[in-house]
Nanobody, 116 residues
Framework: QVQLVESGGGLVQPGGSLRLSCAAS????????MAWYRQAPGKERELVAA???????NYADSVKGRFTISRDNAKSTVYLQMNSLKPEDTAVYYC??????????WGQGTQVTVSS
């Protein structure tokens, strides 16, 4: 069974930073493309950032230059470093597998709230 556990969310002021972590199990992590998504109340889930098994990254235009996705295969963990946070970044953030090995592995996510 595949399990993805997000952590690191919280309340932060505008301009602040957070680092999210996603610990994966039940997959060969080094072979899997990974991604971060977010969903705000009343809105559809959107792709925030993605990273291939080879380390190639892609970002939504709204977060380019502010967010960085990375992975540590030895720890089977993918990270999302979020800097210069804005109120519109407020959402529940989820990780998941992408591409060839994708599936319905959604967990509970981690809440990020950006407010003064």
């Amino acid at each position: 069974q595949v399990q993805l556990v997000e952590s690191g969310g919280g309340l932060v002021q505008p301009g602040g930073s957070l680092r999210l972590s996603c610990a994966a199990s039940g997959i060969i992590f080094s072979d899997a493309a990974m991604a971060w998504y977010r969903q705000a109340p009343g809105k559809e889930r959107e792709l925030v950032a993605a990273i291939t098994s080879g380390g190639t990254t892609n970002y939504a235009d709204s977060v380019k230059g502010r967010f960085t996705i990375s992975r540590d295969n030895a720890k089977s963990t993918v990270y999302l470093q979020m800097n210069s946070l804005k109120p519109e970044d407020t959402a529940v953030y989820y990780c998941n597998v992408r591409g060839r090995w994708s599936g319905n592995y959604w967990g509970q996510g981690t809440q990020v709230t950006v407010s003064s």
